[in-house]
């Protein structure tokens, strides 16, 4: 089946820091999104990424969506104490007449010290 | 505050009885999922419904059974629970369908079985 690995598994940075992660795939995606997840909620969606090549920001996150459509990035800049989370990749696979469905990647998770 | 409502917060059962999970938006969305999410672990589809019919079910034992009464309501009967059922369950929904229509999490019911 598909698989979504990200790395680092885990970051421990300092606030103001920049911080970069990413998503690497075994097959290739239409679609990528990134979300973030706090202890005891559910998953919210940062970025979506639609066309390979695409570099796209919301405030301080950066998303692109590889060339190869088999990976993708995200940076957060000046990270702050509210971007201690869990970090999720999931690609969107579509099926005709089955509906679309979206595989996560491993996680990765930020912790930042003040 | 997330637009997709669940409901109960928290579920403690035994694996004899009988519960239900709700999930309900007002969005217009017409596509609805249940993810199982273990601890420290990503999302993993279970069911996805597409104009209130099942369009995919990802071998889920028969003990989870889905529910799309109409199109902003979607329950999840439980039955004859296993402990290792025990997790998170995030309802999320999209626009409709089609491809590139991102999905949108409730916050979850953390489900224990006893």
């Known amino acids: 089946g598909q698989q979504l690995n990200q790395s680092p598994q885990s970051m421990f940075i300092q606030e103001g820091e920049d911080v970069s992660m990413n998503c690497t795939s075994s097959?290739?995606?239409?679609?990528w999104l990134w979300y973030k997840q706090d202890p005891g909620e559910g998953p919210v969606l940062l970025i979506a990424?639609?066309?390979?090549?695409e570099l796209t920001s919301n405030g301080r996150l950066t998303a692109q969506f590889g060339i190869t459509r088999k990976d993708s990035f995200l940076n957060i800049s000046a990270s702050i104490p509210s971007d201690v989370g869990i970090y999720f990749c999931a690609g969107h696979s579509y099926f005709t007449g089955g509906g679309n469905k979206l595989t996560f990647g491993t996680g990765t998770q930020l912790k930042v010290e003040l | 505050d997330t637009e997709v409502t669940q409901t109960p917060k928290h579920l403690v059962m035994g694996m004899t009885n009988k519960k239900s999970l709700k999930c309900e938006q007002h969005?217009?969305?017409?596509?609805m999922y249940w993810y199982k999410q273990k601890a420290k672990k990503p999302p993993e589809l279970m069911f996805v419904y597409s104009y209130e019919k099942l369009s995919i079910n990802e071998s889920v034992p028969s003990r989870f059974s889905p529910e799309c009464p109409n199109s902003s309501l979607l329950n999840l009967h439980l039955h004859a629970l296993q402990p290792e059922d025990s997790a998170l369950y995030l309802c999320?929904?999209?626009?409709?369908?089609?491809?590139?229509?991102?999905?949108?999490f409730g916050d979850g019911t953390r489900l224990s079985i006893l």
């Open positions: 969005m217009g969305h017409r596509a």
């Open positions: 097959s290739i995606f239409n679609t």
């Open positions: 990424l639609y066309k390979a090549g």
């Open positions: 999320a929904s999209s626009q409709d369908d089609r491809e590139y229509q991102p999905q949108h």
